[in-house]
């Protein structure tokens, strides 16, 4: 790798590096599609034909954007649509004002004391808005139709915020359309939002919180934040103000207070104001809302027992213990179903706490809302949709005044949406941060918490937590960010040929799979290994070995437990396989043990490599030995075979209670780190592509090490392919005895002088 290619790596710059999301075509078949649209008959909701969740609410589909993984039909462009000017350059997001003849009108009972020819003048205007409100609305950005969903549009057209109403940013239209994706998907208790500081989320959130709150009828609102009074605040400073701010037409009349401190309640709804109705109420109307919003103290049974339409959770990621958001999330999550039927939504988004402060939750709870992992059912693990949307897109003072980023630094300065002129991109600035912290290492953690352009750098921990270098693992896995994954790691599970146990091992590419490989040898180096008094024993030992740390109970009470992990590692070696090389992850609790540990066994034989096993939990040393492959377990290193116990000669393995081993195995982690990961030189990085081993190291505590499954599988991988380093020395006695010789011929022995 040459200087330029290592810049660009640094800068994270890679191909779809900067695309939120792509397009997808020839999803659904040209005739289907035409003549759906033609009866505008596609339901809103997820198409399991189509695999597709449709977001449209006038019957028709569009274009179909991924966003995270995530599949969502849009509307079908029209033809013409609302445009500010003519010329490209002058079409932008503009908000308009509400009519001054409007703006007088405070309630729906002064609308209907209003003339009816004042009221047929104005009922146009009301229905469109309600429609926008609706089915959301399409604008000309730059000579592109862009559309923006119903909430996305109640934002930006009636949302009065901080700094007056909101600016329209290409970020932001994309988390709506992922929101309004999670609240279309029947199988989405909502989204779970990983953001950089000052992203406009609370006011976003704020906005849905209103939005939904004066639509619907019998519903109850909920707000959660990290502290009670960060919710209390967000409802009075925010929530209300944006209710009370409403056109009347929008607007319910409120029961109590104008300014609440607990609650806001609307009794009376705002009826869509149409031709039909406009001079007449019924009762049905005046009275049947019942809506609440409302928020709670932070605690694990927030909300508990209680049903929500929508629950607005800001700034999970910054819980601090005790208080725990896996916990209350489990808890909140059985507010938003009734049995098997999703009835809420939940709009969840943070930054995220240093690990060590809460931030170890918020990350579990995040990658559990991988939307690629999903259980029979259809649903996450958690329920929820993961999304992240980098720094460069959101960053303030980068935003153009079509609302989107600018990245890089342009040759010539380009107006931003706050009217000042953009003079270097986002990326460049922040670069120009990180250089500027690079010495002061917690500063810079922080930084990247709070300005993530990686996932990695959102859930960056302290760095006084390790015991490693972490300036190195850092630099690895922001590398690893730096690459396309899919060039270089294979997800997949390993099978018996046919069936057949105990014959060939195949490697099966799967994305669901529970081994991520970087390298698998050549077909002759496969499979190998050979029979010795009837036991079977590896043929590719001089290439590599496996180090795992097992578990012996199938399941735990509440579906906890650590994972059984499993590394494979090579050593240096003259055949056609990487040298000093991690090629295998696995870090996974299937549901039984004898699955794992027939998981790990089939990878022992497909590579054809020893594997060490800590023998504190001996079943997966027993199922080696019982299916014959006692050959494939290690011996520990640190001990003569004269030396080892009755059970080590049996089964092998290593202890992982001996403090030696313990130190022993730090110092194999330590010194790789030091050896082959993060920047080797000006021009050369490390090649450990498995972030998720990386991260584990970052957090490693030798005093505890009860959590580190990686952690502690990896290094047994590098022990046992440095194996030499551990052989105990002989003793040699200092004490020099002389015997006596003598020489026996004759028939007397005579003493040798």
Same mark, same amino acid.
């Given at each position: 790798?040459?200087?330029?290619?290592?810049?660009?790596?640094?800068?994270?710059?890679?191909? #779809?590096?900067?695309?939120? &999301?792509?397009?997808?075509?020839?999803?659904?078949?040209?005739?289907?599609?035409?003549?759906?649209?033609?009866? $505008?008959?596609?339901?809103?909701?997820?198409?399991?034909?189509?695999?597709?969740?449709?977001?449209? *609410?006038?019957?028709?589909?569009?274009?179909?954007?991924?966003?995270?993984?995530?599949?969502?039909?849009?509307?079908?462009?029209?033809?013409?649509?609302?445009?500010?000017?003519?010329?490209?350059?002058?079409?932008?997001?503009?908000?308009?004002?509400?009519?001054?003849?409007?703006?007088?009108?405070?309630?729906?009972?002064?609308?209907?004391?209003?003339?009816?020819?004042?009221?047929?003048?104005?009922?146009? /205007?009301?229905?469109?808005?309600?429609?926008?409100?609706?089915?959301?609305?399409?604008?000309?950005?730059?000579?592109?139709?862009?559309?923006?969903? #119903?909430?996305?549009?109640?934002?930006?057209?009636?949302?009065?915020?901080?700094?007056?109403?909101?600016?329209?940013?290409?970020?932001?239209?994309?988390?709506?359309?992922?929101?309004?994706?999670?609240?279309?998907?029947?199988?989405?208790?909502?989204?779970?939002?990983?953001?950089?500081?000052?992203?406009?989320?609370?006011?976003?959130?704020?906005?849905?919180?209103?939005?939904? #709150?004066?639509?619907?009828?019998?519903?109850?609102?909920?707000?959660?934040?990290?502290?009670?009074?960060?919710?209390?605040?967000?409802?009075?400073?925010?929530?209300?103000?944006?209710?009370?701010?409403?056109?009347? &037409?929008?607007?319910?009349?409120?029961?109590?207070?104008?300014?609440?401190?607990?609650?806001?309640?609307?009794?009376?709804?705002?009826?869509?104001?149409?031709?039909?109705?406009?001079?007449?109420?019924?009762?049905?109307?005046?009275?049947?809302?019942?809506?609440?919003?409302?928020?709670?103290?932070?605690?694990?049974?927030?909300?508990?027992?209680?049903?929500?339409?929508?629950?607005?959770?800001?700034?999970?990621?910054?819980?601090?213990?005790?208080? +725990?958001?896996?916990?209350?999330?489990?808890?909140?999550?059985?507010?938003? =179903?009734?049995?098997?039927?999703?009835?809420?939504?939940?709009?969840?988004?943070?930054?995220?706490?240093?690990?060590?402060?809460?931030?170890?939750?918020? $990350?579990?709870?995040?990658?559990?809302?991988?939307?690629?992992?999903? +259980?029979?059912?259809?649903?996450?693990?958690?329920?929820?949709?993961?999304?992240?949307?980098?720094?460069?897109?959101?960053?303030?003072? &980068?935003?153009?005044?079509?609302?989107?980023?600018?990245?890089?630094?342009?040759?010539?300065?380009?107006?931003?949406?706050?009217?000042?002129?953009?003079?270097?991109?986002?990326?460049?600035?922040?670069?120009?941060?990180?250089?500027?912290?690079? +010495?002061?290492?917690?500063?810079?953690?922080? /930084?990247?918490?709070?300005?993530?352009?990686?996932?990695?750098?959102?859930?960056?921990?302290?760095?006084?937590?390790?015991?490693?270098?972490?300036?190195?693992? /850092?630099?690895?896995?922001?590398?690893?960010?730096?690459?396309?994954?899919?060039?270089?790691?294979?997800?997949?599970?390993?099978?018996?040929?046919?069936?057949?146990?105990?014959?060939?091992?195949?490697?099966?590419?799967?994305? =669901?799979?529970?081994?991520?490989?970087?390298?698998?040898?050549?077909?002759?180096?496969?499979?190998?290994?050979?029979?010795?008094?009837?036991?079977?024993?590896?043929?590719?030992?001089?290439?590599?070995a496996f180090g795992c740390d097992s578990y012996d109970i199938s399941g735990v009470v509440g579906g906890g437990?650590?994972?059984?992990?499993?590394?494979?590692?090579?050593?240096?070696?003259?055949?056609?396989?990487?040298? +000093?090389?991690?090629?295998?992850?696995?870090?996974?609790?299937?549901?039984?043990?004898?699955?794992?540990?027939?998981?790990?066994?089939?990878?022992?034989?497909?590579?054809?490599?020893?594997?060490?096993?800590?023998?504190?939990?001996?079943?997966?040393? /027993?199922?080696?030995?019982?299916? #014959?492959?006692?050959? &494939?377990?290690?011996?520990?290193?640190d001990k003569h075979y004269t030396k080892l116990s009755?059970?080590?000669?049996?089964?092998?393995?290593?202890?992982?209670?001996?403090?030696?081993?313990?130190?022993?195995?730090?110092?194999?982690?330590?010194?790789?780190?030091?050896?082959?990961?993060?920047?080797?030189?000006?021009?050369?990085?490390?090649?450990?592509?498995?972030?998720?081993?990386?991260?584990?190291?970052?957090?490693?505590?030798?005093?505890?090490?009860?959590?580190?499954?990686?952690?502690?599988?990896?290094?047994?991988?590098?022990?046992?392919?440095?194996?030499?380093?551990?052989?105990?020395?002989?003793?040699?006695? *200092?004490?020099?005895?002389?015997?006596?010789?003598?020489?026996?011929?004759?028939?007397?022995?005579?003493?040798?002088?």
């Open positions: 790798m040459d200087l330029i290619e290592l810049t660009q790596n640094k800068d994270l710059q890679k191909e #779809g590096q900067n695309s939120l &999301f792509t397009l997808l075509h020839d999803v659904i078949p040209k005739n289907v599609l035409t003549s759906k649209n033609k009866a $505008k008959s596609w339901a809103y909701g997820y198409s399991e034909k189509y695999d597709v969740v449709v977001i449209s *609410k006038d019957g028709t589909v569009g274009d179909i954007v991924v966003i995270q993984g995530f599949r969502i039909a849009l509307p079908k462009t029209p033809k013409e649509c609302l445009q500010r000017h003519k010329t490209n350059s002058e079409q932008y997001w503009e908000r308009k004002e509400l009519p001054k003849a409007l703006a007088k009108i405070q309630s729906i009972f002064q609308w209907n004391d209003k003339a009816t020819e004042f009221k047929n003048q104005w009922v146009d /205007y009301i229905e469109g808005e309600f429609d926008r409100r609706e089915y959301g609305m399409w604008f000309k950005s730059n000579g592109v139709h862009t559309y923006i969903t #119903g909430a996305h549009y109640m934002y930006l057209q009636w949302t009065s915020i901080d700094v007056g109403y909101p600016d329209f940013r290409e970020a932001n239209r994309l988390l709506f359309l992922f929101w309004e994706g999670c609240k279309a998907d029947k199988r989405s208790f909502g989204m779970d939002y990983l953001k950089i500081r000052r992203s406009g989320f609370s006011f976003m959130s704020s906005s849905e919180c209103v939005n939904t #709150g004066t639509l619907a009828k019998d519903a109850r609102i909920g707000i959660l934040s990290k502290t009670g009074s960060d919710s209390k605040k967000m409802f009075t400073d925010k929530v209300v103000p944006i209710a009370n701010r409403l056109p009347f &037409f929008f607007k319910p009349i409120q029961d109590g207070m104008d300014k609440p401190k607990t609650e806001l309640a609307f009794r009376i709804p705002a009826s869509k104001i149409t031709k039909k109705n406009m001079f007449d109420s019924t009762d049905d109307e005046l009275y049947g809302l019942d809506t609440t919003i409302d928020w709670k103290n932070t605690d694990d049974n927030s909300y508990d027992g209680e049903k929500l339409l929508l629950l607005v959770h800001d700034e999970s990621g910054k819980w601090i213990k005790p208080n +725990n958001i896996l916990n209350n999330w489990r808890v909140t999550k059985t507010c938003l =179903r009734l049995g098997s039927k999703i009835i809420g939504k939940c709009m969840m988004g943070s930054t995220s706490n240093a690990l060590s402060k809460g931030g170890d939750n918020f $990350k579990k709870l995040y990658e559990d809302s991988d939307v690629f992992d999903r +259980n029979a059912n259809g649903q996450t693990k958690s329920g929820l949709y993961s999304l992240f949307i980098p720094m460069e897109w959101n960053m303030e003072g &980068f935003i153009d005044r079509f609302g989107m980023p600018v990245f890089h630094t342009p040759s010539n300065p380009v107006l931003g949406i706050d009217g000042e002129f953009i003079k270097k991109g986002a990326i460049d600035y922040w670069q120009d941060e990180v250089d500027s912290l690079k +010495n002061d290492a917690d500063a810079l953690n922080e /930084y990247y918490r709070q300005f993530p352009r990686t996932e990695s750098h959102a859930f960056r921990d302290e760095s006084k937590q390790s015991i490693f270098n972490l300036t190195k693992i /850092y630099q690895q896995i922001d590398y690893n960010d730096s690459i396309i994954m899919d060039h270089h790691l294979t997800r997949g599970n390993f099978s018996w040929k046919n069936g057949a146990q105990d014959t060939e091992v195949m490697f099966n590419p799967d994305i =669901r799979g529970r081994f991520y490989i970087s390298w698998t040898p050549e077909k002759n180096l496969q499979n190998r290994n050979e029979t010795r008094n009837g036991i079977k024993f590896p043929s590719n030992k001089h290439i590599g437990g650590s994972n059984g992990a499993l590394h494979g590692k090579t050593m240096f070696t003259m055949e056609n396989a990487p040298s +000093n090389e991690f090629f295998l992850e696995y870090i996974a609790r299937p549901q039984t043990a004898e699955i794992f540990f027939e998981d790990v066994l089939k990878a022992c034989v497909f590579y054809g490599m020893p594997i060490l096993i800590e023998n504190n939990k001996p079943r997966l040393l /027993y199922h080696f030995k019982n299916r #014959g492959y006692r050959g &494939f377990c290690m011996n520990r290193p009755k059970t080590e000669k049996e089964l092998g393995g290593i202890p992982n209670s001996s403090e030696s081993v313990k130190q022993a195995h730090a110092s194999a982690i330590e010194s790789y780190i030091e050896e082959h990961i993060g920047f080797k030189s000006e021009q050369e990085v490390g090649d450990c592509v498995f972030s998720r081993t990386l991260e584990d190291w970052a957090k490693f505590d030798i005093s505890n090490r009860t959590n580190f499954d990686a952690s502690i599988s990896s290094g047994l991988a590098i022990m046992a392919t440095q194996k030499h380093l551990y052989i105990p020395q002989k003793i040699v006695s *200092k004490i020099k005895v002389n015997f006596a010789r003598y020489s026996n011929k004759g028939t007397n022995s005579e003493i040798i002088r």
